[in-house]
């Protein structure tokens, strides 16, 4: 895997598209740019695709009333004190979904998948430190009803987040 942060090593990879979306081009570059920068004015985004402001802030209104988009600031969680990153296998006896909705609670936790395979949840945590990140697994996270086993992957690095995909 190359990193896609060091200039020498990128490739000239297109995002993936999604293919049945029902978005039409405009939403869809409308998301594009978003993607680039969150903070673009519905006025430069306007000029760019030949639109009129109000059409612009209707239709990102609507993309994020229908679930298709959230604006938010995304977070280096290095620089906001959180050193340690990893991601926990969990197998679950017993109820998936009740076990998901209790990790919810935590939030040390920032996203809860259900999967299919090896695990029956992965879920992405943060912590200060390794204590912080042992006491989370040992007394939070293990402690729920239902969780049988847990496996930590710890991230050693952050090698590439990307958030320019789906619309190209």
């Known amino acids: 895997m190359k990193n896609l942060t060091d200039d020498t090593a ?4 297109t995002p993936p598209v999604a293919e049945a979306t029902g978005l039409d081009d405009t939403n869809k570059k409308i998301i594009s740019l978003l993607q ?20 612009v802030r ?12 959230q604006i938010v600031a995304v977070t280096n969680p290095m620089e906001m004190g959180f050193h340690r990153q990893a991601m926990v296998g969990i197998t679950v006896n017993g109820d998936i979904e009740q076990v998901a909705r209790d990790l919810r609670k935590i939030s040390q936790i920032d996203y809860i998948i ?24 040992n007394r939070s996270i293990r402690r729920i009803d239902g969780i049988g086993h847990t496996e930590l992957f710890t991230y050693m690095r952050l090698e ?6 789906g619309v190209a």
């Open 10 to 13: 990128q490739e000239s990879v």
């Open 36 to 55: 680039k920068n969150g903070r673009r004015s519905y006025v430069s985004i306007a000029k760019e695709i030949g639109l009129s402001e109000a059409a």
């Open 58 to 69: 209707l239709r990102v209104q609507r993309l994020t009333d229908d679930g298709v988009i």
């Open 114 to 137: 259900i999967t299919a395979g090896r695990f029956d949840i992965l879920a992405e945590v943060f912590a200060s430190d390794d204590e912080a990140l042992l006491r989370l697994v």
């Open 160 to 165: 590439s987040q990307r958030y320019d995909w």
